[in-house]
Nanobody, 120 residues
Framework: QVQLVESGGGSVQAGGSLRLSCAFS????????LGWFRRAPGKGRERVAS???????SYDDSVKGRFTISRDNAKNTLYLQMDSLKPEDTAMYYC??????????????WGQGTQVTVSS
């Protein structure tokens, strides 16, 4: 059974940085599409960034140039480096994994989330 465990969330002032990690276990990791999502209070879930099985990345326009998604296949870990954080980045952040290498289909596995709070 696939398990995803996020860490690295916290509180930071605007302009600061955080690095989220997501430890993956239970199944083949290296060729899966992986992603980071977030849900802000009173809003729906949105995809922040994704990285497919060939390391092709994709970002939401709101985080382009500020966030970087990466993966370490040797450590079965997904990362999200968040720089120049803004108060509107405040949300619960979730990592997710797909069944295969493509990021086109819906994500199947989800972590429990880690809270990011950015103060102005």
């Amino acid at each position: 059974q696939v398990q995803l465990v996020e860490s690295g969330g916290g509180s930071v002032q605007a302009g600061g940085s955080l690095r989220l990690s997501c430890a993956f276990s239970g199944s083949t990791y290296s060729m899966r599409c992986l992603g980071w999502f977030r849900r802000a209070p009173g809003k729906g879930r949105e995809r922040v960034a994704s990285i497919d099985g060939y390391n092709v990345t994709s970002y939401d326009d709101s985080v382009k140039g500020r966030f970087t998604i990466s993966r370490d296949n040797a450590k079965n870990t997904l990362y999200l480096q968040m720089d120049s954080l803004k108060p509107e980045d405040t949300a619960m952040y979730y990592c997710a994994a797909n069944l295969g290498s493509s990021c086109v289909t819906a994500f199947v596995y989800w972590g429990q989330g880690t809270q990011v709070t950015v103060s102005s």
